[in-house]
């Protein structure tokens, strides 16, 4: 293909939506975070366009750290084993940390993640999800900070991959059956 967008089934949320969004879960962040220099974490890769967008929309003195984690590798069902691709450089020891990430599936990232930012001592550990797919959730996580619920269908784009690809769509749409159908 010579354009992402030619895999594209349909869209599902709109650049338009997705910065609307998170400018409004800005707003009630900043309010709720006043006076506590969070430490906002972004989830890489797949938060990294959410991460943008959020920490700008955010006006309250903010630290932005990511860590890189992996679960998929190159297929659409979640390995179960998180894998640790790159850490943190802060140590969240007394930090009030909120996790920014782009899309919780079954769950076992951001389980995995909440449990591992506590046990190294944070004041308080947060999450912020700008996609929840409540169909396949198989951990338990408190999401304080959610900004769409989405169908049980595989999406891609604003960061998120199929097989590290799609990533640099800007917006969030739905993958052609064709393009993951036999792998
Ligand atoms: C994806 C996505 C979330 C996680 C959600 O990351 O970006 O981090 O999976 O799935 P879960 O709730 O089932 O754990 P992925 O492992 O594909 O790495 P990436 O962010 O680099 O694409
Ligand atoms: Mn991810
Ligand atoms: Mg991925």
């Given amino acids: 293909i010579s354009d992402v967008r030619e895999d594209i089934d349909h869209e599902l949320i709109s650049r338009e939506e997705l910065d609307s969004k998170i400018h409004e879960v800005a707003a009630i962040v900043s309010k709720d975070y006043a006076g506590k220099d969070p430490l906002l974490v972004a989830v890489l890769k797949g938060a990294v366009n959410t991460m943008a967008a ?43 940390v909120l996790i920014v990430e782009d899309i919780i599936d079954s769950g076992l990232t951001l389980a995995w993640l909440v449990d591992e930012l506590k046990n190294r001592g944070a004041a308080s550990v947060e999450v912020f999800a700008l996609l929840e797919k409540p169909a396949r959730r198989t951990a338990h996580v408190d999401v304080k900070y959610s900004g769409f619920t ?26 052609r059956p064709e393009v993951y159908e036999g792998k």
């Fill in 54 to 96: 959020f920490a700008q929309a955010v006006s309250i003195p903010a630290e932005i750290d990511f860590m890189s984690l992996s679960s998929y590798g190159a297929g659409t069902q979640s390995t179960g084993t998180i894998t640790v691709r790159q850490d943190l450089s802060t140590d969240v020891k007394g930090r009030h």
């Fill in 150 to 175: 989405i169908p049980d269908e595989f999406v891609v784009g604003f960061g998120l991959d199929y097989d590290e690809k799609y990533r640099n769509l800007d917006s969030i749409a739905v993958l």
